[in-house]
């Protein structure tokens, strides 16, 4: 008899191509890994990976299985969920993809109100870049994404989530943060501080400076960083200024070791979108999840905002 265990950590390590990185997604020793795949080949007399060194590839067998082995783990989750969903007891697990500064900032109080309904309900936070919340979610990984622009793609749906705003910090000794206040042209000169090329923050500051005739190449950068805390304190340090998520910028600025300056003629805005495939078959937790994440969009930013404010400077 099949063990799903087993199906489950194949296809696991199939997605992973490491038997560690598996390990450790699927909280378990790598030596458990090994043996449940070992004992679903021995028991079924098939070799699933090929070995080389500390590497696995996927053998002939095994990419012919994994599609099948996928749709049976989606098909004994959405049967058990509705086994207990037949009698209204809302229950399952949600996977969630996101972007770095929504899922620090956003999900996990979305999530907490969401599990008050449905205490049942589990939830799993997974935050890496854009590509990888896509690449997930068309492949019916996770059932949402969130991310901080819409890919046109045949296979995804998109809501609008939050309503973000990109500011500009500065060290509190700097020049511009007594007065709070900046023109375009001043940015050239200074030591800027980046995120990464793929960051949608960045992407919208530099559409936003090009409306002023400042391009990319007339920019002091100093750094280019990947995650918003670490540009948060970068500025803190003086290594330089940056625009951030006002969003990951909350909390330092109420605790004043950075401050806001307003850019004049540059009002910098995105919007963070939900995003799911519009086949998959969702379970009831899934479903109502999604509704209720549409039904915060009102209250979100004043709700979140007032939780990252309200902090003691003890």
């Known amino acids: ?7 489950k950590v194949f296809v696991t390590a199939a997605e992973e191509m ?3 990185r598996a390990a450790q997604r699927l909280h ?13 080949e021995k028991d079924y007399d098939v070799k699933l990976f090929n070995r080389r060194g500390r590497s696995v590839f996927l053998s002939e067998a095994g990419q012919t299985l994994l599609p099948m082995a996928r749709e049976l783990l989606d098909t004994s989750r959405l049967f058990e969920d509705t086994l207990h969903n037949i009698n209204g007891h809302t229950c399952g697990m949600i996977e969630i993809g996101c972007s770095t500064t929504s899922g620090k900032y956003l999900l996990p109080k979305l999530v907490a109100s ?18 990888g919340v896509i690449n997930r979610v068309v492949q019916e990984k996770f059932c949402i994404g969130i991310l901080s622009k819409q890919i046109d793609h045949s296979l995804l749906e998109y809501q609008p989530f939050y309503e973000d705003r990109v500011i500009l ?12 206040k900046a023109l375009p042209s001043d940015l050239v ?5 980046l995120r990464e090329e793929t960051s949608g923050t960045r992407e919208v500051m530099l559409d936003g400076l090009k409306t002023h005739g400042i391009t990319a190449d007339r920019l002091n950068v100093v750094m280019e960083v990947g995650n918003a805390e670490a540009i948060e304190i970068a500025v803190e340090e003086g290594i330089g200024i940056a625009f951030i998520s006002e969003l990951a910028a909350a909390r330092a600025l109420t605790l004043g070791r950075v401050r806001k300056v307003m850019v004049e003629g540059l009002n910098l805005q995105r919007t963070l979108y939900a995003m799911r495939h519009i086949s998959t078959p969702c379970t009831r937790a899934q479903t109502l999840f999604w509704d209720f994440v549409q039904s915060q969009r009102e209250h ?14 003890i």
């Open 1 to 7: 008899m099949l063990n799903l265990t087993e199906i």
């Open 169 to 180: 910090i500065v060290h509190p000794d700097h020049p511009w943060g007594e007065y709070g």
């Open 28 to 40: 378990l020793s790598q030596s458990a890994v090994s043996q449940n795949i070992q004992s679903l």
């Open 189 to 193: 000169d200074q030591p800027l501080i």
């Open 114 to 131: 969401f599990r008050h309904l449905y205490p049942d309900v589990r939830a799993n936070i997974n935050v890496m870049g854009r590509k």
């Open 18 to 20: 490491n038997f560690s």
């Open 300 to 313: 979100l930013n004043d709700a979140v905002f007032d939780n990252l404010t309200n902090v003691s400077t």
